[in-house]
T-cell receptor, first 109, second 113 residues
Framework: GIQVEQSPPDLILQEGANSTLRCNFSDSVNNLQWFHQNPWGQLINLFY???GTKQNGRLSATTVATERYSLLYISSSQTTDSGVYFC???????????FGKGTKLSVKP | DAEITQSPRHKITETGRQVTLACHQT?????MFWYRQDLGHGLRLIHY???????NKGEVSDGYSVSRSNTEDLPLTLESAASSQTSVYFC????????????FGEGSWLTVV
């Protein structure tokens, strides 16, 4: 099956700093989504981005499908950005996704 | 507002007991999924369904079963709970097709003692 690797596994930032999270996947996909899991365990969808670039406020994401990676950019980080960021991919005709192990982000005030 | 709800949110059960976790969504989504989350493993797919009467095994389906009798509900049953099934369980749903956002419930914390 498809393998998903995320890096770095852990990241500590000072408030206001920028960061880049990476997701590598082992096969072609037609579905790639980024999620944020907050400290209370809630999973929130950030982006659906199987290719191209999208931006939503301080967050943006880029997927280069031909090179099998995706990047999540967080600018001017805030303490509320803390949590775990997951990349999930799918290659089938429906929505079941394979998740990476996540990047744990801690933003210090 | 449409939503996806799980119950119970927390449960402690004994080894060998049957346990059912409920998942109910009001999005009218055809696709529903159950994942478990464990430290060091991220989220792993247990079972999924693409519509009424359709169920499929995921990556870690042993010891679990699901049934889909209507669009709104996908209950997850642990036939004989084991300590290895102590985990956080997430239900999710999405519209038909591969390019649709997946929405998660708030999770059910299960402890098997």
């Amino acid at each position: 099956g498809i393998q998903v690797e995320q890096s770095p596994p852990d990241l500590i930032l000072q408030e206001g700093a920028n960061s880049t999270l990476r997701c590598n996947f082992s096969d072609s996909v037609n579905n790639l989504q980024w999620f944020h899991q907050n400290p209370w365990g809630q999973l929130i969808n950030l982006f659906y981005i199987p290719s191209g670039t999208k931006q939503n406020g301080r967050l943006s994401a880029t997927t280069v499908a031909t090179e099998r990676y995706s990047l999540l950019y967080i600018s001017s980080s805030q303490t509320t950005d803390s949590g775990v960021y997951f990349c999930a991919v799918g290659g089938g005709s429906q929505g079941n996704l394979i998740f990476g192990k996540g990047t744990k982000l801690s933003v210090k005030p | 507002d449409a939503e996806i709800t799980q119950s119970p949110r927390h449960k402690i059960t004994e080894t060998g007991r049957q346990v059912t976790l409920a998942c109910h969504q009001t999005w009218n989504h055809n696709n529903m999924f159950w994942y478990r989350q464990d430290l060091g493993h991220g989220l792993r797919l247990i079972h999924y369904s693409y519509g009424v009467q359709d169920t499929n095994k995921g990556e870690v389906s042993d010891g679990y079963s699901v049934s889909r009798s209507n669009t709104e509900d996908l209950p997850l049953t642990l036939e004989s709970a084991a300590s290895s099934q102590t985990s956080v369980y997430f239900c999710a749903s999405s519209r038909t097709g591969s390019g649709n956002t997946i929405y998660f419930g708030e999770g059910s914390w299960l402890t098997v003692v």
